[in-house]
């Protein structure tokens, strides 16, 4: 393995590699370094067509651009109309989870003043507790 290695090493260092990728990563390593002179125009157009794969583009007419423009446009406002009923959504269920988480607190608040004051509430004797009493059923009839 180690004689790989120093084979490697060897190659990198002398710039001597068979394979096309390598040539690239030198090249790139040239250009990276300064080594290398600016492309010029023709080299870029040839590059160009090299990953464009030489296909001709073709351009489009003010009336095909307007007509896109406006189906992006009719796009655009459909997926900012979505997103502000998903938000206003969001809001209503977040709002809905509280008030129920409210009225479980509610609710087993009762249940504790039920349990606690429970021979207090018999027979409403006790003054004291009479408007305790009433909320506790005011509420219970409603929840």
Not at 14 to 26: C, L, P, R, V
Not at 28 to 33: C, G, I, K, S
Not at 69 to 81: F, G, V
């Amino acid at each position: 393995m180690s004689k790989f290695l120093d084979d490697l090493k060897n190659a990198a260092d002398t710039g001597e590699f068979n394979s096309d990728a390598a040539k690239k990563i030198n090249a790139v390593n040239e250009m990276a370094d300064g080594k290398s002179n600016l492309m010029t125009n023709e080299q870029l157009q040839n590059s160009l067509n090299e990953r464009i794969g030489n296909k001709p583009l073709n351009g489009v007419s003010e009336e095909q651009a307007l007509e896109l423009n406006s189906k992006y446009e009719e796009e655009m406002k459909r997926l900012k109309d979505i997103d502000s009923v998903n938000s206003q959504l969001a809001n209503l269920i977040e709002i809905e989870d509280m008030v129920k988480a409210s009225i479980d607190d509610m609710i087993g608040h009762v249940a504790e003043l039920e349990e606690v004051h429970g021979k207090d509430f018999e027979g409403k004797v006790n003054p004291i507790f009479i408007p305790l009493i009433e909320k506790i059923e005011e509420i219970n009839s409603k929840y």
